[in-house]
């Protein structure tokens, strides 16, 4: 009679074990620095290398180019920005247009009238970013004033 328990038993016991998934908790994200591939749950612990990749530049009055009669645009040299990032990741800038202190993340649109509003963007190709700067109604815009300019490395 114990043996036909024992019998019984252990196929019960093995189909309970073996039928439950052991839950591997780490980082999911493949871009993270402590990314787990056996990972079967997501522990939200990701960490991300710090940019080292930072270049400051300021953008003067008179480095702005008028293209097109309606748009501001100055091109900043750097010759971080390769092939690889160009493909694999991006540049980030940030302007400050008063005194370095507040930093906003272009593009970006700010308004200075109900009905009047300036827009800045960022294009990048290899080694130059160019910073645009083009007012709403579309007309020759004054001069930009000279501005502040981060560009951060994604890679």
């Not at 591939?37 to 710090?50: G, L, Q």
């Given at each position: ?20 998934k052991k839950k591997i908790w780490g980082c999911m994200d493949i871009t993270a620095e ?56 991006g540049v980030v800038a940030f302007i400050s247009i008063s005194d370095g202190s507040t ?53």
């Amino acid at each position: 009679m114990k043996q036909m328990r024992l019998l019984l038993i252990v196929p019960i016991c093995l189909v309970m074990f073996s039928s439950c998934k052991k839950k591997i908790w780490g980082c999911m994200d493949i871009t993270a620095e402590n990314y787990s591939p056996v990972a079967t749950e997501d522990a939200e612990d990701c960490t991300y290398a710090a940019s080292d990749e930072v270049f400051s530049s300021t953008v003067t009055d008179a480095s702005w180019t008028l293209v097109g009669g309606i748009q501001w645009q100055s091109t900043i040299s750097w010759s971080a920005i390769t092939n690889s990032v160009i493909d694999n990741g991006g540049v980030v800038a940030f302007i400050s247009i008063s005194d370095g202190s507040t930093w906003e993340q272009i593009p970006m649109t700010f308004y200075q009238a109900d009905t009047y509003s300036t827009s800045i963007g960022i294009s990048y190709t290899l080694e130059e970013a160019t910073i645009t700067w083009t007012d709403s109604d579309l007309t020759e815009p004054i001069t930009p004033p000279s501005v502040d300019v981060k560009l951060i490395i994604l890679r």
